[in-house]
């Protein structure tokens, strides 16, 4: 239920360059040792360097804080947690080879966090599993995953693709290449983002949760103008804002865009858990948590 794209922090160094190269004379621009291609290497210099230092404070502001969502057990129960609004079920390693088309115009969702065909995760995956294991049985799909990308079509998928997934599934190297693709791609960059807003095991869990059902994009309803929305809204903790408050806003803002993209999608991943988690109190997220998803209750205690 995802779709990548181009990031804003990733965007801003090719903004820099491309200023730099326009303000340049257009008969400057071609030889190497002209003031426009030097002007183009230390804009990009200048960006990479200034982006590598602003990482580097962002990593020690990061590193005095409790590991919240990161501590092992607390990994697991946000595994959990997702698995029961992504597969209706707890047992989440039971879901590596779960696939099918649940009609929402992304193609086979599969997978342990609904990784697709349609939205460029899954493709992904592949193709990052292939390459440290040439011989998997999925290899020959990449071709068809590429063609279909952005789409909800099968073409040359069918039939084999779904039993291909489900045998790869069934062996240690492709499930921890869907755990290491989760880590990569969701968990550890909106981990890190709540972090640095200043959030909560609870609001690193929300944050978790919309990166896997939105995607870390900048399309209209992709995580990172969801919280560009809810930003401009409310003050996160970091800015001196309330927690909880920013937090029912960003629920706000990503009910609002889910509901948007279908009007009678369920909802309840946010009514009935996350929100309900938020109004109990439960910042930290400990157990024991009740909540209901698609009208099942699930309980840990």
Known sequence: MKRSGILIFAAAPLALTAAAYLLMPADSAGSPDSPAVTTQAAARQEAKSRAEKERSADDELIADQPPGLAAPAMKT???????????????????????????????????????????????????????????????????????????????????????????????????????????????????????????????????????????????????????????????????????????DIFLDIRRAAMKDKRTGIDTSRIDTAQRQFLYDGKLDLEPPLTWKVYGETYHLP
């Open 77 to 247: 129960l946000a595994q959990q947690l997702v698995s029961s609004a992504e597969n209706s079920t707890l047992n989440w390693r039971d879901t590596f080879g779960y696939i099918e088309d649940i009609g929402d115009g992304q193609g086979y969702t599969a997978g342990i966090i609904g990784f697709c065909t349609g939205t460029n995760d899954l493709r992904v995956l592949v193709e990052r599993y292939t390459a440290d294991h040439p011989d998997n049985g999925l290899a020959k799909y990449l071709p068809a995953l590429r063609a279909v990308d952005g789409t909800d079509s099968h073409e040359g998928l069918d039939p084999g693709f779904t039993d291909a997934w489900k045998a790869e599934a069934r062996k240690p190297e492709f499930q921890q290449a869907q755990l290491a693709e989760r880590d990569r791609a969701y968990f550890e960059p909106a981990v890190r983002l709540a972090k640095l807003d200043g959030l909560g095991t609870l609001g690193q869990f929300i944050y978790f949760d919309a990166m896997v059902f939105h995607g870390p994009g900048i399309d209209d309803d992709g995580f990172y103008v969801l919280r560009e929305r809810a930003q401009r809204e409310a003050d996160t903790p970091a800015q001196g804002g309330s927690e909880k408050a920013y937090l």
